[in-house]
């Protein structure tokens, strides 16, 4: 009898750790997301084990009693790693970090040359992708920055020459209503031309 014990332990554990591959904390941020004045806190785990090394969002909200409740776990928010595998293609976009700010969840991430941004706010009942901006350069002598309000519509783009260049900078600004906004849960970054 305890050797069954024993190698039922072993394969309740074993399954377990099959299931939770998102096995290092990459960073956690705390804040009020939802504007009840409690802190909530984000965490983004990483699958150290996956050859394309995956990243998880989890945002969890506090609770009067002082525990936490998970409202959203979302793995296609951040790109992974090695979108390729490790010996792969290498496309330029790293993650750096989440932020909360006046209840405003931040995902921010690098570029070769630049960075963006993805604004969540919860509304609806969800984390709701509200804003997204950009700042790059195309390594030929332009550089670049977008500015899309999501609940707005706006989206500026701007860009304007560096270097011995002399092209002429150029503003452009349209209405584009995205509707319904995407949801943290079912977002992945740069899967339209706009975000």
């Known amino acids: 009898m305890p050797k069954f014990i024993v190698l039922f332990a072993l394969l309740f554990s074993a399954i377990l750790c099959a299931q939770n591959n998102f096995n290092k904390e990459i960073t956690k941020v705390k804040g009020d997301l939802n504007k009840d004045g409690l802190i909530d806190y984000v965490q983004v785990l990483q699958d ?12 969890y909200f506090a609770e009067n009693n002082g525990n936490f409740k998970k409202i959203v776990s979302a793995t296609k928010a951040i790109d992974a790693q090695y979108p390729e595998g490790r010996n792969g293609y290498y496309n330029g976009n790293s993650f750096y970090e989440i932020t909360i700010t006046k209840g405003i969840l931040s995902i921010h991430n690098e570029l070769i040359r630049g960075n963006f941004e993805h604004k969540f706010r919860y509304q609806n009942g969800n984390f709701e992708l509200i804003g997204f901006s950009e700042v790059y350069s195309d390594g030929q002598g332009t550089m670049g920055t977008i500015d899309f309000n999501l609940s707005t519509g706006i989206r500026i783009k701007t860009t304007e020459p560096y270097g011995e260049d002399d092209f002429p900078k150029t503003n452009t600004k349209k209405k584009i209503m995205i509707k319904p ?3 943290i849960q079912d977002f ?3 899967k339209t031309e706009y975000y």
């Open 48 to 59: 150290t084990e996956s050859e394309t090394a995956p990243y998880k969002l989890e945002i």
């Open 181 to 183: 906004l995407p949801k």
């Open 188 to 190: 992945a970054p740069f």
